[in-house]
Structures are given as C-alpha cells and as structure tokens.
C-alpha cells in the first residue's frame, strides 16, 4: 500500500492561543471530521509549495512565515497517509471556508472536544499538552 503524501497547517491566532480547523465536508473520507487545513501534495510539488497552494484554495490566504514541526505516518484500513504538519504563523487575508468548509478557530486546550481523524490525535495531543504544560 502506498502513502498519500499530505500537508497539514497549524495556524495560529496572533496570540498563538488559538488555532484554526476546518470540518470535512460529509462525503469525503473521514467526512464531517474535523482537521487542520491542507491537502495532497502534488507530484513534482515541494511540501511547501503544496501547503501554501493549499492554503489559497481552501482558506483564501497568502502562506508568509511556516516551518515543518511535526510528520505522521498513520495507517487506515483502506491507506496510509503521511503527514507534514507545519506551524504557519504569519498569514495575509482572513481566513474563511473558500470550499464551503466550516471553519473555526479554536483554544487550544479545547481541541480535545472537537472529533479529529485518527492520523490528527498525536497532534492534537501534543499541542493541547505543550499548551497545559506552559500555563
């Protein structure tokens, strides 16, 4: 079984105490779940480019400042998906659901109480720890 190569954006507010996720539309895999913003990466395409591709298409926004943080490999019954999340932290425009998503900004510690995909949990875990660990 092959991977699908995926970007994944951590966006912060301004006062990095929230982030921003988006709902899966109902018929795509893992449909009315939650996520970070992203998508495929395309083949010849750099994980940045694909993410600040993919920001565009989905949120409206222009990517300025993103480093790698954290890559997952999760297996799923039916494929497995590789990861690449990155921390944006300097964005221009206003985020909005360009695809008809539902978007939200979220506090951190509450992104325990919104239904991620599985390949989302370590993520989800780590800045939600990071965050409990810093107060």
Do not use: C
């Not at 699908?4 to 929230?18: G, H, L, N, T």
């Amino acid at each position: 079984m092959s991977a699908v190569r995926v970007v994944a954006a951590v966006i912060y507010s301004p006062d990095r105490q929230r982030v921003l996720i988006a709902r899966r539309p109902d018929h795509l895999h893992q449909g009315g779940l939650w996520e970070f913003p992203g998508g495929k990466i395309h083949g010849g395409e750099s994980p940045l480019d694909a993410l600040r591709r993919e920001l565009e298409e989905e949120l409206a926004i222009g990517l300025s400042e993103a480093e790698p943080w954290q890559q997952v490999l999760h297996e799923y019954p039916d494929k497995q998906v590789h990861l690449q999340f990155w921390e944006v932290t300097g964005y221009t425009g206003e985020p909005v659901g360009n695809e008809g998503q539902i978007v939200a900004w979220v506090e951190i510690p509450d992104l325990e109480n919104f239904a991620f995909p599985e390949a989302n949990t370590f993520v989800v875990r780590k800045l939600v720890n990071y965050r409990v660990g810093s107060d």
